[in-house]
């Protein structure tokens, strides 16, 4: 239980919030590691030359006399018309390095004498994001009128967020007035560009468009981002403008090439970061044992869920603004009920009142309004999703928890750093799930310290990404060759046969193609690859609308008898339609979560690449999944345990997308001692420690892919593991994969072998996403199996 202390005025320094946090019930085992990160200066500059007087005078109102380095660097390369991304820590002030030169444009717009004067373009991965941004340009304008009234020109520059949220009477309103639209890809892949005759006047006069959190378009997602950019280019260029790209990332490696994947232009990259920053104190936490035992009697840790829970309620005791980041919807819910239960009883209800949730799925005003709290102080703590691991501004944070690895160092970095944004210093604690992945990390501190953030992948040639975009793009304008079909890639001139064929496009003449239905052809693809209608959550009594659930997760996640969180309270679904898409749910309070448990059969279509280990095989290729829930168990809260199994009806679901997999002899196995019955166990129990291991390789989670393990696979006529990518037609993660396979599966091995148990757990080779129940499972013959393996790794021979 955690130590309910009355509340402290101020929040301790971080080490000595630390302290405090392992000192309370006995928790100092629970520390794996802690890293101190140092404080370093700000280095500044001199703005350059073109940027407009009133622009200078308002930001300077808002008491920034010098821009940082890297905010002048960018601004410089963006006026002299180049592309530029800017690749800086969090709170680096990357939001003001692109607005200079923005406004200042824009501002020179509001001065033509004829016709419309410049606009520009803002997409946000999220609509928390663009109202954020909108926000501080109002704190801009506010600045610009305290300045003087030859700075109050400024507030002449019209911005308007466009957006799902954004009412059908005010759309009008910004595609005719505003000069600066915030909007997001999904609204202009949707609607701006289907309707781009309405939005002439807009994409003529376009002289920046600017990318924000750039990084965040990776995988399946930020493949049909660079699809809706090409997309945007090529509108833009029959309206005469060739607008510069302005983009923002968290710190990733190589920025300047995953910007030019994205976008399909040279972008120059600006990643010496020039701001401060304060110590930050950085620990990786580890959950002890339980005297629970999970399945097949395999020890369980405490969750990171509650660990996360008494660490917050600690914090908000001592008057520690802390933001937790948690994996799941659920897993935010479930964190903020526990603490402000906890705190009510510390504190009273006033303080628990200060605790919240926020995750996507909530209604507009619901989002607006904790986004509100958040930034004026009223909320003191908050359990999250990734939703504001992006730029939203909540200045002010005292500590950041990590409810579970985030996936990539890449989020991490951007997670913990939303602490200390005022210059102060930060505490961030890593929470590690009982994961492989997660234990591997807080065990080896170096794989997160002394390595380099990811690169971001992405796979804009992806036929399953590229066939739809062509569609769309020919009913925006007929295609043409040869430079349509140059500005969308090598895989387009094959792909047009293959829709001309299908019906879907028709040729006139040898060089234009034509979209030939009256649907509209934006509409063939969710470009966030979420797979259909989002589901309704409904409150069955009432038909009150309490949010909505991705098409994709709703089997898993909002099927018959599941328990679903909203706003801190729990719901049992009675029944899940998916013909009307919409799950009806009815108030409850049961003392479990419920986990969904699936089926998969796999089957190889084509093997591109191949290597030889020895007599072993690693392979990537394209294969189709079959994967149907079958079933959930309900789990105790807190404890994990296991209460029960209920059977489910629902339909299959295929997916063809890309996989790595490895192949063993009978023969290797027999010289190695396996025998026959060991195989199932030991495959199965490989293929789940890799899966948990593939994110530290590839930017991705384990939820972004799958797996299925065969002792005679019948395409390979072999024992085969394969590891595939969740999305259709691949998001890259295989692949890389398959380049990394010996690093890879070596600290897959690494992981099994250092981890402390016995049989195996949770924290080495048990899943949670397991549709077996994880049965059958050999820790012992899964490490001679990879070790079998990558004996054969030493002199790999492609084919």
Not at 494 to 514: A, H, K, V
């Amino acid at each position: 239980m955690t130590d309910l202390r009355p509340m402290k005025p101020r929040p301790d320094p971080p080490e000595a919030a630390l302290d405090r946090l392992t000192g309370a019930s006995g928790r100092q085992d629970r520390l794996t590691h802690t890293e101190h990160i140092p404080s370093r200066p700000a280095q500044h500059a001199d703005w350059p030359a073109g940027l407009r007087p009133e622009v200078l005078s308002a930001i300077s109102a808002t008491g920034i006399r010098q821009p940082w380095t890297h905010q002048a660097e960018a601004a410089d390369l963006a006026i002299s018309g180049q592309n530029v991304v800017i690749a800086t820590g969090t709170a680096s002030g990357k939001s003001l390095a692109y607005l200079a030169p923005v406004l200042s444009a824009l501002l020179d717009g509001t001065e033509a004498k004829n016709g419309r004067g410049a606009t520009g373009l803002y997409l946000a991965p999220t609509k928390a994001l663009a109202a954020d941004q909108l926000r501080r340009l109002g704190e801009l304008r506010t600045a610009a009128e305290q300045a003087g009234p030859d700075a109050a020109r400024l507030t002449r520059v019209r911005a308007a967020v466009y957006d799902g949220d954004t009412p059908f009477e005010e759309r009008e309103w910004v595609r005719q007035y505003a000069a600066y639209v915030l909007t997001n890809p999904d609204m202009l892949h949707r609607a701006i560009l289907p309707g781009h005759a309405r939005w002439s006047t807009f994409l003529r006069s376009l002289r920046y468009v600017v990318i924000d959190e750039c990084h965040t378009y990776r995988g399946v997602f930020g493949s049909h981002v660079a699809q809706v950019l090409r997309r945007l280019r090529r509108l833009c260029a029959r309206y005469g403008s060739h607008p510069v790209f302005l983009l923002a990332s968290a710190t990733v490696a190589e920025p300047g090439q995953s910007a030019e994947r994205l976008t399909g232009l040279p972008v120059a990259e600006v990643t010496e970061d020039g701001s401060p920053r304060g110590e930050t104190v950085f620990a990786l936490w580890e959950p002890p044992l339980t005297e629970m035992a999970g399945e097949h009697g395999a020890p369980v840790r405490r969750s990171a869920t509650a660990e996360a829970a008494d660490l917050l309620t600690d914090l908000v005791l001592e008057g520690t603004r802390t933001v937790v980041f948690v994996r799941s919807r659920r897993g935010a819910e479930l964190i903020s009920v526990i603490a402000q239960e906890r705190l009510a009883e510390a504190a009273g209800h006033a303080t628990a009142r200060r605790v919240a949730a926020y995750r996507g799925g909530y209604l507009p005003e619901e989002r607006r309004a904790l986004e509100r709290a958040l930034h004026s102080g009223a909320l003191l703590g908050l359990a999250s999703t990734s939703a504001l691991e992006l730029g939203v501004d909540v200045a002010g944070l005292d500590a950041v928890l990590l409810a579970g690895y985030p996936g990539t160092r890449a989020s991490l970095w951007q997670q913990a750093g939303r602490a200390g944004r005022e210059g102060g210093g930060a505490l961030a604690v890593l929470i590690a799930r009982d994961d492989p992945l997660d234990t591997y990390l807080v065990h080896h501190p170096d794989s997160l310290f002394r390595r380099p953030v990811e690169s971001t992948v992405l796979d804009p040639d992806n036929p399953h990404v590229l066939a739809p975009h062509l569609c769309a793009a020919a009913a925006e304008l007929p295609l043409t060759a040869p430079g349509d079909l140059e500005l969308f890639g090598p895989s387009a001139p094959i792909l047009l046969p293959q829709l001309e064929r299908r019906g879907m496009l028709r040729r006139r003449g040898e060089n234009s193609w034509f979209w030939t239905r009256r649907e509209r052809a934006a509409d063939l693809v969710d470009i966030r690859g979420e797979g259909g209608t989002p589901v309704r959550v409904v409150e069955a009594d009432t038909g009150r609308l309490l949010g909505t659930v991705d098409a994709g997760a709703a089997h898993t996640t909002v099927h018959t008898g599941a328990v679903h969180l909203h706003q801190g309270r729990s719901y049992l679904v009675r029944e899940l339609d998916l013909e009307e898409s919409v799950a009806l749910v009815a108030e409850a309070d049961p003392p479990y979560s419920t986990v969904a448990r699936d089926t998969t059969h796999i089957a190889v279509l084509g093997t591109d690449r191949q290597e030889a280990w020895g007599d072993a095989s690693l392979n990537f290729g394209s294969v189709e999944v079959t994967n149907q829930v079958v079933s959930f168990l309900k789990r105790r809260l807190l404890t994990g345990e296991i209460l029960g199994e209920t059977k489910l009806d629902l339909p299959p679901r295929t997916l063809r997308t890309r996989a790595v997999w490895w192949t063993v002899t009978e023969e290797q196995l027999e010289d190695a001692g396996f025998l026959p019955e060991e195989l199932p166990g030991s495959a199965h129990a490989a293929e789940h420690a890799s899966i948990g291991l593939l994110p530290l390789f590839a930017t991705c989670d384990r939820w972004d892919i799958g797996g299925v393990s065969v002792p005679l696979h019948p395409d390979t006529g072999l024992p085969t593991v394969f590891v595939y990518d969740g999305h259709p037609g691949g998001a890259g993660f295989a692949e890389r994969g398959f380049e990394r396979a010996r690093e890879w599966l070596s600290a897959t091995l690494q992981a099994i072998t250092s981890c402390e148990c016995e049989r195996g757990c949770p924290s080495c080779i048990q899943s949670p996403k397991c549709g077996n129940g994880n049965d059958p499972l050999d820790k012992q013959g899964a490490v001679r199996l990879l070790n079998l393996l990558l004996a054969g790794a030493e002199h790999p021979v492609a084919g």
